[in-house]
């Protein structure tokens, strides 16, 4: 078979060829083309750190500037020194104070001193007869004064005793939302390091792959377009890492603002991977879930002794709706007097006055009042009602989030591997001349998209997972070594293939698809790599592609790894704020 070109009618001596070349607008096999004239420029991009980002705009954990925090860290700050829950705290010690305040209307009002009363000039006698005169007097004791009005002092106690549980209750809901939102936080962060690892890996890859095209092209094999095209795709990597990077700074300065740490701290995730966490077991029944949000809930306290408040408070009042508001005084000292400013005849005195007083108009209102409570605990039987409601539509929207992002999860697990194989193959196939970079440069960007979806598909199944946990109590929530993010930094993605023995010996269940967040030993490559009879690689080389360690210091701190809970520790006693007063909550009458 024959094939015109401008170089003349050139033999093909395999039609598979002759139609790969036609599919690529080639007329010439790759060998026989003359080299390209055209110069050739060396990749001035640097790796593992590009000039393209500068320094300053990248997230360093080196140093003393960044500090490993894990998730179980995070929940303690965020009990502890959160804002949001020192307010809602001091609220709390507040409500106590006025409640008893409120109560210490029933004590006396005893006074002690000195009275002095003088009159100069015209005055009536007790006959009626007018008279002019100048007298004045001098008492000197105490005088007790009494006056209880039941009805307001029972409800100015309720009414305290219903700000209690109400500030108890947004106590109880200020730490919920809190450890919620720092839960969610440190989340975003380990996916934010997640993120830049794998656009350092993404960028990496191209840019080896731009070195080999550009090689190739001095041999006389390819184009100087299959050369700018992968610059131009090394520049759109390096753009997507700078944001990586951002994401990662945004992640750290949100998580110390929730815990209250000192502006400008560094935070990054200690865990070593990002897996799947299991707080909630979401093959329990929808029903369950719903039961048991329904019973243990946000909100559910606060809003149930609010109805128990306003029950007791209407009770209360019917029983005391007719008693009388009651006076009492008493006085005594010394008393003594005379005309002018003469001052004589001390002797001790005694005062004493009882009174009983009905409120006529108040009792006309009765039924009003009662009314009023009516409409309260109707109100808050509606509330009650509405978050029911609301607790089991969040339960059933992340136990069905769950249940789909872990399917998802699965998905992308056998998408990742594939895409490995892909692109192995297509590695092989180029240093064979068999095929163009456009084709590696493909599955490079397939290899990228898997593992951004086991990305968002681990993230989705962990916030759909905390998110249940928030609606269930947190209160439950244990962070245990087999329950929160932290994996064991020996075991890499490349001995961790599910049910695989690892180079020790020992087995292994961590998925292969997880998201390596610290050095590894690096892969076969694709020239040593064992292939079956059929082409595909072996599962030994099915793994993530470890990242560079100069690029890897930029994400964690490999000399903090030694110790990091001992570091962590160290660092909380020195940065955390402490707060200037406990606050003990009286308890309750």
Known sequence: MKVFTRHGWIPLPDPTVCLMALLVGLATPLAAQEPTTEPVEPRTFPTPLPEAIPKESVFHAT?????PIDWATVLELARGSNLAIEMAREKVFEAHTRLKLAQQQWLPSLNVGVNHYHHEGRIQEIPGQIIDTSKGNLFGGGYLDMTIEPKKILIDVLKAKQGVHSRSGELDRATRDTLQ????????????QAGAAIAVEVADLIGELVDRSAELLKQGVGTQVDVSLNRAQYQTQLYKLNIARKNQLAASAQLVQLLNLQPGTRLYAADSHLVPIQLIDVSRSEDD??????????????????IEVLENQQNRLRRVNFLPTISLGVG?????????????????????TVGINWDLMS????????NLFQSQKRQAQIAHHQLMQKLAAG????????ISAHERIKLSESEIETAIRSYKLSQARLKAAETLSFEVLQAIG?????????????????????????????????????????VDSEITPTEAVDGVESTDGAVVTEPATAIEMQPAAPPVSAAEEIVDP???????????????????????????????NKSMRKWIRSHRRRVKRDVILPAGP
């Open 63 to 67: 140093g003393d500037e960044s500090q």
């Open 181 to 192: 939102k720092a839960s969610l936080a440190y989340l975003d962060l380990v996916s934010a």
């Open 289 to 306: 879930l719903v039961m048991q949000a329904q019973s243990q809930g946000p909100g559910l306290a606060e809003v149930a002794s609010l």
């Open 332 to 352: 005594q000292g010394t008393f003594g007097g005379g005309f002018g400013g003469d001052f004589q005849d001390f002797d001790s005195r005694t005062d004493t």
């Open 363 to 370: 009792m006309v209102g009765t039924r009003q009042t009662r």
């Open 395 to 402: 339960v059933i929207v992340g136990r069905a989030e769950a």
């Open 446 to 486: 397939a290899l990228g998209q898997a593992r951004v979806n086991y990305l968002r598909a681990v993230m989705q199944y962990n916030q759909a997972q905390i998110q249940l946990q928030y609606l269930l109590g947190f209160e439950d929530c244990r962070c245990h070594d087999n329950e929160i993010l932290t």
């Open 534 to 564: 059929e082409g595909i690689p072996s599962p030994a080389s099915v793994a993530p592609r470890p990242l560079d360690n100069d690029i890897d210091r930029l994400i964690r701190d490999p000399s903090s790894q030694k110790n990091p």
